[in-house]
């Protein structure tokens, strides 16, 4: 009958739940620096978060590089400004919409894939079996994605940032009239080392935390199918909400005054 009951009990169970992952990640980390490392297990991992991602992150760059090219200039048309276009192309591809966008592609194909694989694991038994077999399963099966994840996502941004600024000098080129040899010149002359750095920079955290919450989700995962299927939709959802909350976080350190 107490209201505050419910209130108390889910700050609780909150509570539990952070110290839970907190305790996940030392331990994983603790396991990415330390010997032995499996680098057959970590060459796979890289071509599954990397190669295999890129047509999704490439097309949905492309494509958000044209559309912003002609909703930029849609609005700075109206103040006769359509010569700030390819600064702010390059600026919101660079700096937030190709590692944003990516990190969201990468969450839903591999922080999926992570969980429902992992999960399957537990609830079959088979990362006892590892432990049994003296195989560390931190060791075996989170070092390796988590790795893989910190370092092709910067990879994946980069090639995302061309993608995305070729995506808007189509448009600008072909479709709104612009000159190509003044469109380049422009682009170039704005475009900053700390754009891109702060780009690959968030890159690799969302990468980080695409592999840790697929990871984290899939080896607590219990009760058979359907513990498999809700870890998969929260490593899906917990990623997807730490991306953009931590994307603020280091825009913040970056570029506050």
């Known amino acids: 009958m107490n209201p505050l009951r419910p209130i108390g009990a889910a700050f609780l169970r909150f509570l539990e739940a952070t110290g ?17 490392f499996y680098f057959r297990l970590l060459l796979r991992q890289m071509i599954e978060i990397g190669y295999y991602s890129l047509p999704v992150v490439g097309l949905t760059t492309l494509f958000t590089g044209m559309v912003l090219a002609l909703q930029s200039y849609t609005g700075f048309s109206r103040f006769s400004a359509q010569g700030a276009l390819p600064y702010v192309v390059v600026l919101s591809m660079t700096r937030e ?8 592609m990468v969450a839903g194909r591999i922080g999926a894939a992570m969980a429902a694989e992992i999960g399957t694991m537990r609830v079959t038994e088979q990362i006892d079996a590892l432990a049994t077999l003296s195989t560390n399963p931190h060791k075996y099966l989170i070092a390796p994605r988590l790795i893989a994840g910190l370092t092709m996502l910067p990879l994946l941004v980069l090639v995302g940032d061309v993608i995305g600024v070729f995506g808007g000098y189509v448009i600008s080129i072909y479709k709104l009239g612009f000159n190509p040899g003044i ?17 690959v920079v968030k890159a690799a955290v969302f990468g980080f935390i695409v592999a840790l919450m697929g990871c984290y989700n899939g080896y607590h995962s219990r009760g058979g ?12 959802v917990s990623a997807s909400i730490m991306i953009l909350i931590s994307n603020y976080i280091i825009t913040e350190l970056f570029f506050a005054k």
């Not at 919409?97 to 969201?104: E, H, I, Q």
């Not at 469109?183 to 780009?199: A, I, N, P, R």
């Open 97 to 104: 919409l190709a590692p944003v966008l990516a990190g969201l």
């Open 225 to 236: 199918a359907q513990g498999v299927g809700a870890a998969t939709t929260n490593a899906v």
């Open 183 to 199: 469109y380049l010149k422009s682009t170039w002359q704005h475009l900053e080392f700390m754009d891109v750095f702060s780009g």
């Open 20 to 36: 839970r992952l907190s305790e996940f990640t030392a331990v994983a980390v603790s396991h990415c620096v330390r010997p032995p």
